[in-house]
């Protein structure tokens, strides 16, 4: 028994991935303690304010829903990040490109009538998917083409885009009654039904899971995720073996898009119903650190999604319950994201491109 | 020359290794108080490394250096430049966005003194390159200057510390032929000037038009010293590429009747990184059942000829044909799929440090259909297809899921060569098969290049160890300057005259 169990450990599946995820999940824990000191610090009793947070997070059947409705928009963006980063294509633009997603779902689930939800709901998730892909396609063309620097492309886009989805809700878009930078509704056909009865858990959530699993697949067994990785980690050896490195980051970008562009639509016709202004409280941004703490992995990235969800619905019950300030839930959540960063990326710069010395 | 009396560095059984590989073995060195002494050697004899001891970059695992007499121990470049001694490395190194004065002073002058010597010290300069003819404006960013300007701006660095002993590594391979010239004025000035300077470069020419001394490295021994007015380049060349010529390898004739051409190359013309043509005009063939070999001083257009060809360089004039297909910028893909297999020059351009053998050997064939069906890759076969290249190619490895980073370096090269060979290549174009590896690597790469040629394949093999081309090689082409300047059939090789056609002499064929 023994033996089998040091085999286990020795074999490459342990070596590949849970030797990695225990010391992620320990690093983790380490930037608890460190902010527990900051919490003592502060004259609160961090054992109760964690305890808050785990009490608001994931105490009850609501609790726990709520945390998982905001963990769906996280590990979809999560996905969309760990794809391009894994080709090196530094992808800036996740909030943008859920935006775009958002914007589409909407006009979809607004404007299309008379369909049953059969077709609707999955009608307007795919405009959300073609949203974020062509916000992802804009800037990764610019780069095979132009060789723009996709940093800077991705993150201006996202306030192009952003912007213009408050220029939708304002103007061309806006409900007719309220008029406050907010659409009329969807139509509920195309409304992602809920699961769980009294609560907002609806089947968005099982659909992203179902999603990592396959993007786990394309990553580790098929011929694109191949070329992902290869190009990620040595282009140059990528290209002499006759892989197309504009070609591998294009797709790599319409699925990247695609991914944080579902996240959008889910977000609208799972939850919000209507296209708000500032609709996402910055998923997308924080999807750069859940991808990270992740260790860019699709499975890592849904353990670090319901982490970062956790800490975003917890931070308000340790403010009333425990006296501490939500600036020091971002402190812990800054926290996470450097402990977990430093071992889960090479350190290699997006702006170090080669000038001629 | 000024007085050459006197010696001022003295290195003595200099030995120095990086992990398996010995980059130096026992050399001595002696530099003469205002000398220009050549440091002549291919890459990787060992030169720079020589020198970046002398400047404190390396330590020596043994031998002595000595200074004006005296034994001593520099164990940093500071610590060099105490002593007199300074370094232009190939890279310079400065910060692009700061002037020329605060380059030229970092790390010098104490932080609370910064700003009240900074007059002082520019005029200091000023004064320095008025007396070397050195002129860069001083209060220039580096980032506007030309790379001959900052190459100035190196100098005056060690100027400006007051160095005795000046070492230039490959100052030229950075240069225009102008800028070039311009630079021998520079170092007979400084050796006026009482200075000692080291010049490390790979060219004949230079080493003949503006040292007085020579001393040639190969594989980390020194083969000669020899005072310039006394040798030539055809001696000089000898010495670089070794006399030992192998021919213990098994050559046994390619006896199929039907010779064809594989590799057609019609007035190929290539240009490098930066726009000037490396490749001119080139036209040569390659045909089945024979291994051309391409000669020359690194550096000469062959990287750039090996990337047009493989698809990774675009072709500017002329065309190529691989079996009658015009392949001329062709994509890589393209190219390898009919038929060419490639091994780089640069062991990263070949394998992904982070992969496993099975990812690496697969990387340019896992999306055939023997190893994917509608996108989804056939791990199992890719193993097995692994696991026996492994074995057959004698790979040394624990197992096929090994990390490639974890493998020797002769191993490492093994199976890029067992991918490139086991495909089944109609033409190999191998570039320093064996750079970097360990003799019994060396020997069983040649000799699978061998039996590739014995079962009807063509080899384009470049390589700057002459013995490796002589001794494979049914025909030999000299690339010189970017055309090829000579080609000698196997029978009639002789390094003299390779040798003499290397180092830029023309024949007239």
Redesign the interface.
């Known amino acids: 028994m023994i033996e089998r169990i040091q085999n286990l450990l020795h074999s490459?599946q342990m070596g590949k991935w849970v030797r990695p995820f225990f010391t992620q999940v320990l690093i983790v824990l380490l930037a608890f303690v460190l902010g527990g000191f900051v919490i003592l610090g502060i004259g609160a009793d961090p054992i109760a304010a964690y305890a808050a947070l785990i009490k608001s997070a994931f105490g009850n059947v609501n609790s726990i829903a709520e945390t998982l409705v905001k963990a769906c928009p996280l590990l979809l963006a999560g996905l969309a990040i760990t794809l391009a980063f894994r080709a090196e294509f530094w992808n800036i633009g996740a909030e943008g490109q859920l935006y775009m997603g958002g914007v589409l779902a909407a006009v979809v689930g607004i404007y299309f009538t008379g369909l049953p939800p059969a077709v609707h709901i999955p009608l307007a998730l795919i405009a959300g998917v073609l949203g974020g892909a062509i916000a992802g396609f804009i800037p990764v063309i610019l780069k095979a083409k132009l060789r723009v620097n996709e940093v800077i492309t991705t993150l201006m886009l996202n306030y192009i885009i952003i912007l213009f989805t408050s220029y939708l809700d304002q103007g061309p878009m806006s409900d007719p009654i309220i008029k406050a930078g907010i659409s009329r509704r969807l139509l509920e056909t195309s409304w992602i039904p809920i699961m769980i009865k009294g609560t907002r858990f609806h089947w968005g959530i099982p659909l992203a899971l179902l999603i990592t699993i396959l993007i786990a697949f394309l990553l580790s067994?098929?011929?694109?995720g191949?070329q992902i990785?290869?190009v990620g980690?040595?282009a140059?050896?990528?290209?002499?073996?006759?892989?197309?490195i504009n070609k591998t980051i294009i797709w790599t970008m319409i699925l990247s898009g695609a991914l944080a562009g579902l996240a959008g639509g889910i977000e609208i016709s799972g939850v919000q119903h209507r296209l708000i202004e500032r609709f996402s409280p910055g998923y997308g941004f924080l999807a750069i650190a859940v991808a990270l703490v992740g260790r860019l992995s699709p499975i890592g990235v849904i353990f670090s999604s319901v982490l970062f969800a956790a800490l975003i619905a917890g931070a308000d019950t340790m403010q009333r319950v425990a006296g501490v300030p939500i600036p020091v839930v971002y402190l812990i959540e800054g926290l996470v994201i450097i402990f977990a960063s430093i071992r889960s990326i090479r350190i290699r710069s997006p702006f170090r491109r080669k000038v001629?010395? | 020359m000024a007085n050459t009396t006197g010696v001022a560095v003295k290195m003595v059984n200099i030995t120095k290794s990086f992990g398996s590989v010995l980059a130096d073995d026992q050399v001595n060195f002696e530099l003469l108080h205002g000398e220009i002494h050549g440091l002549l050697g291919e890459n990787g004899a060992g030169k720079t490394t020589l020198m970046n001891i002398l400047y404190g970059l390396h330590q020596p695992d043994s031998g002595e250096i000595i200074i004006q007499g005296e034994k001593k121990e520099i164990s940093s470049p500071h610590k060099a430049v105490e002593e007199g001694i300074g370094m232009v490395h190939q890279h310079f190194m400065q910060i692009p966005t700061l002037t020329v004065i605060d380059n030229v002073i970092l790390g010098l002058e104490s932080l609370n003194s910064f700003k009240l010597n900074r007059a002082r010290a520019r005029e200091r300069l000023v004064q320095i390159s008025k007396i070397y003819g050195l002129q860069v404006d001083p209060d220039a960013c580096i980032w506007q200057l030309s790379i001959g300007d900052r190459q100035r701006v190196e100098i005056l660095k060690a100027l400006y510390r007051e160095v005795k002993i000046l070492i230039l590594d490959e100052p030229t391979s950075v240069l225009t032929p102008q800028e070039t010239t311009e630079l021998f004025h520079t170092i007979r000035k400084l050796v006026d000037a009482g200075l000692s300077v080291v010049f490390i470069t790979h060219k004949l020419e230079e080493a003949m038009s503006i040292t007085d001394r020579v001393t040639v490295l190969r594989d980390g021994k020194v083969v000669a010293t020899r005072k310039t007015q006394d040798t030539n380049k055809a001696e000089l060349a000898c010495f670089m590429v070794g006399r030992e010529v192998l021919f213990r390898l098994k050559r046994e004739p390619y006896e199929d009747k039907q010779k064809y051409e594989v590799l057609r190359v019609e007035n190929l013309t290539v240009k490098s990184d930066r726009g000037s043509l490396a490749v001119r005009d080139v036209t040569f063939n390659v045909q089945s059942g024979e291994i051309v070999g391409i000669a020359g001083v690194d550096g000469n257009g062959q990287t750039e000829l090996v990337q047009a060809l493989t698809g990774l360089r675009h072709v500017q004039g002329g065309s190529f044909w691989v079996d009658g297909v015009n392949l001329t910028n062709a994509s890589p893909r393209e190219i390898l799929e009919h038929k060419v297999g490639h091994i780089p020059e640069e062991q990263n351009d070949a394998l992904v440090a982070n992969f496993t053998l099975i990812e690496n050997l697969m990387l340019n064939r896992h999306y055939t259909d023997e190893f994917s069906k509608c996108g989804i890759l056939d791990q199992g076969k890719m193993e097995s297809r692994s696991r026996e290249l492994i074995r057959q190619y004698d790979v040394k490895a624990s197992s096929e899921k090994a990390i490639a980073r974890t493998l020797s370096g002769g191993n490492k090269q093994k199976l890029i060569v067992a991918r490139e060979i086991a495909r089944d290549p109609r033409l190999l174009v191998a570039a320093h098969p064996t750079r970097g590896v360990d003799i019994g690597a060396e020997e069983s790469i040649r000799n699978l290049l061998l039996e590739k040629r014995r079962q009807g394949g063509a080899i384009l093999l470049v390589s700057t160890k002459l013995d490796e081309v002589l001794s494979l090689s049914d025909r030999i082409l000299v690339m010189e300057k970017g055309r090829i300047v000579g080609e000698v059939t196997r029978e009639e090789a002789d390094i003299e005259k390779i040798g003499l056609l290397m180092a830029g002499t023309r024949t007239t064929t």
Not at chain 1, 221 to 224: G, P, R, S
Not at chain 1, 236 to 244: C, D, L, N
């Open positions: 490459d067994k098929t011929m694109l191949f990785r290869a980690e040595n140059r050896a990528a290209r002499v073996a006759g892989v197309s001629t010395a």
